[in-house]
């Protein structure tokens, strides 16, 4: 038995010794033998979406905007995935939901999970009216509950109650496989990690998806001691507008010495797990610079900007995407987290719609 072990992975490692030779559009990855899983990071632009398959089970977490929509259900196909056992939506903004919804049309799907909040958008009521048009009831699992999944299981960390913050709404999952384990974050952001921290569950992983793509409002000194990762994987996309990953998020990771994978320079991930070992599809790209080209020059902090929404799923002027950044004191909304006299190290990200609605108002300096 140990030698057909070991050829199983020495078979293994050949084949994604191969597959980082072969074209992206020709790849297919299997996770057919006892006790492996195969993890995805799909490089899906500026959004994130991870596919998870084991035991002959499919688990869809998020699925990019909607102009990426085509390639996620290719990649999918690719990967001969006709029924998707859990469906993930972490939390409701267009970069995570978006190529979800031809998905609910596209594949058989057994379970959607998301957080119980109402998002004001066009697209997350065409999510669930789409959900309900196929008989399948959104269900909103608790922090701490548990689900099995092809050789292994996953445990819900996040988020343990609602905040006016979408990004710290996010569905946080601990997947794991023997004593291997990965953490999907969304965008949960400073907050909720604090809140994950303090529940006392074991967060140690040896993969961690880093949360909202390298922004610097998430992936704290805190929440990276708690989790202790082998590993991080960024997903985000090339020279995108809101310079994720950001400097800050990018020198904690160099500075704790983890590796680093990233989508933007990159393209798809794989990890498959045994269940006692993680055989990656790639070396880590370990590059700790930050994202966009103005951002990496200047030194600033990432900005934020609007996010481009598509006239047939966002209401015209909502700012659904936009996220600004608000002081610890002060009711002035700002495009970067460090103007004026306002201390950067206080400040935190909300989307501009949230901002207002608590009463904050634009900066005349910086927006």
């Not at 959607?112 to 697209?123: A, K, M, Q, R």
């Not at 998806?209 to 985000?236: E, K, M, N, Q, R």
């Not at 400097?247 to 994978?261: E, K, N, Q, W």
Request: glycine share 8%; with cysteine.
């Amino acid at each position: 038995m140990k030698k057909q072990n070991k050829l199983l992975s020495l078979l293994l490692s050949l084949f994604l010794l191969l597959f980082t030779l072969a074209p992206q559009s020709a790849l297919t990855v299997y996770a057919d033998a006892n006790g492996d899983m195969a993890v995805h990071f799909i490089d899906i632009g500026q959004g994130n979406a991870i596919l998870v398959q084991s035991g002959g089970q499919n688990l869809l977490y998020d699925g990019g905007d909607p102009s990426h929509a085509d390639l996620l259900i290719s990649y999918l196909q690719q990967q001969n995935v006709e029924t998707i056992d859990y469906m993930i939506a972490s939390h409701y903004d267009e970069d995570h939901i978006g190529g979800l919804v031809p998905c609910i049309d596209d594949f058989s799907v057994s379970n959607i999970f998301g957080p119980d909040y109402v998002h004001t958008s066009n697209l997350f009521n065409n999510f669930m009216n789409t959900a309900t048009a196929n008989a399948i009831i959104v269900q909103y699992p608790s922090v701490g509950e548990t689900f099995d999944f092809g050789t292994g299981s996953f445990t819900v960390l996040a988020p343990d109650g609602i905040s006016q913050n979408s990004n710290d709404n996010s569905l946080v999952i601990k997947l794991e496989n023997g004593s291997n384990s990965f953490i999907f974050t969304g965008d949960a952001e400073e907050t909720s990690e604090q809140d994950m921290i303090s529940t006392g569950m074991n967060l140690d992983c040896d993969v961690l998806s880093v949360g909202h793509h390298g922004s610097a409002s998430s992936t704290t000194w805190d929440f990276l001691a708690a989790t202790s990762p082998s590993y991080a994987v960024i997903s985000c996309g090339i020279d995108n507008q809101y310079h994720h990953p950001s400097a800050d998020t990018m020198g904690r990771l160099s500075d704790m010495g983890i590796p680093v994978f990233r989508t933007d320079k990159q393209g798809t991930i794989i990890a498959v797990s045994d269940g006692t070992n993680i055989t990656w599809s790639q070396e880590p790209c370990n590059d700790y610079s930050a994202g966009g080209s103005s951002a990496a020059s200047s030194g600033q902090n990432e900005t934020a900007v609007s996010d481009p929404a598509p006239a047939q799923t966002e209401n015209a002027g909502a700012d659904i995407g936009t996220m600004v950044w608000i002081p610890a004191t002060g009711k002035k909304y700002h495009s970067i987290p460090n103007c004026g006299r306002m201390n950067p190290d206080n400040a935190r990200q909300i989307s501009k719609s949230d901002a207002e609605s608590r009463g904050y108002q634009a900066c005349s300096k910086c927006w």
